[in-house]
């Protein structure tokens, strides 16, 4: 099983609100940037071609617990949920000092740009990742 290391975003000035804490939107950033540093452990680098095959985000949902500022350290750490025919959910934790911020989850569908038609997940990707979801430590519903 690999492991698989939190992404760190910087907080910057331009992600807080004028009561000092980051915006709400800002989270979405955070969960795709997560996203894409989740996918390159988990699959490693240069096994898609994004430009061919890819996946579209159909949903987001997330629940914010307590507000993250300017100087916090924020760690989101990304997981496989349920993989459909076409689609698959990621789910996210947000932590800061060890607290909970936010959980949140994306539903991705597999994409052929080329064709513009959504497709199933490739075969290569399904069983990465399989194992990667038997060792999820958290779901959100």
């Not at 096994?47 to 914010?64: C, E, N, P, Q, R």
């Not at 994306?106 to 990667?132: G, M, N, S, Y």
Request: hydrophobic content about 40%; proline content about 4%; aromatic content about 10%.
């Amino acid at each position: 099983m690999k492991e698989i290391t939190p992404y760190r975003p910087e907080i910057r000035f331009s992600d807080v609100d004028a009561y000092g804490i980051v915006h709400n939107a800002k989270y979405i950033v955070y969960m795709e940037q997560a996203r894409i540093h989740w996918w390159r452990q988990a699959m490693g680098d240069g096994t898609w071609d994004w430009s061919k095959v890819g996946v579209l985000v159909a949903h987001h949902s997330i629940d914010y617990v307590r507000p993250v500022r300017l100087g916090d350290v924020l760690e989101v750490q990304s997981h496989i949920g349920e993989l459909g025919n076409k689609s698959m959910d990621v789910h996210y934790e947000l932590t800061c000092g060890g607290h909970v911020v936010a959980k949140a989850k994306t539903v991705l569908v597999c994409f052929d740009h080329k064709t513009q038609v959504t497709i199933p997940v490739p075969e290569a990707w399904r069983t990465a990742l399989e194992a990667l979801k038997a060792h999820s430590p958290f779901l959100m519903s």
